[in-house]
């Protein structure tokens, strides 16, 4: 079955149509091959495979990665905003907890290998925390450097009463070094 996402007309499959399984009865660990590419289904990370699907806690999943493997992270985490797969924090703590996971996403990158790190605001008491601004000072803690900050403009969201509507989300390219000659 083909899924077609109307505003950007951009056609995707659920992961469980390749595999032919539903994602809920699929067991682990679970092997197959995805065109022609070997594909593992499991909690931990293991060698020899092109593509690695986990359904873990990230911090239990990042553990099991090696070091100095990764080119680049592309994640879009929890905003701390009481989303149904979130358990809502106190601030302070969201950041700490992000600040481990962002910790392991650089130990397992290697030399010159890049994050991207999809993030819009958190909000409390109808004050905004542009998530980004907080997530920054975590990068250049941890000796990342930005690359890029691209802006997420988007048409549609939830409609705010009392001050404008958050129309748009951040993604941070950060890399742990990079050449001169890329500048
Ligand atoms: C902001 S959403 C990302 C949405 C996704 N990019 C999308 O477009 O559908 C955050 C995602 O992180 C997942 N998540 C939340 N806490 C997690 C955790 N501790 N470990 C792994 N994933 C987690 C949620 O299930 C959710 O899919």
Not at 144 to 161: D, E, Q, T, V
Request: charged letters at 25%; aromatic letters at 14%.
């Amino acid at each position: 079955m083909k899924y077609k996402n109307r505003n950007h007309k951009i056609y995707f499959k659920p992961i469980s149509d390749f595999l032919n399984v539903n994602i809920g009865e699929m067991p682990f660990p679970l092997e197959t091959e995805v065109r022609g590419k070997k594909l593992l289904y499991d909690k931990v990370f293991k060698e020899g495979y092109d593509i690695i699907l986990s359904w873990n806690d990230v911090l239990e999943f990042l553990k099991t990665v090696p070091s100095n493997i990764a080119t680049l992270v592309v994640t879009s985490p929890p905003y701390n905003i009481g989303k149904p797969y979130e358990e809502t924090l106190e601030f302070r703590n969201y950041i700490k907890w992000q600040e481990e996971v962002i910790k392991e996403c650089v130990r397992i990158l290697k030399p010159n290998g890049s994050i991207c790190w999809e993030i819009g605001n958190y909000v409390k008491d109808g004050e905004v925390f542009p998530l980004d601004i907080y997530f920054y000072t975590v990068f250049k803690k941890l000796g990342l450097k930005l690359r890029n900050r691209i802006i997420w403009h988007f048409g549609h969201g939830l409609h705010a009463k009392k001050r404008f509507s958050g129309r748009y989300e951040v993604i941070q390219k950060v890399m742990t070094t990079y050449l001169i000659s890329t500048l």
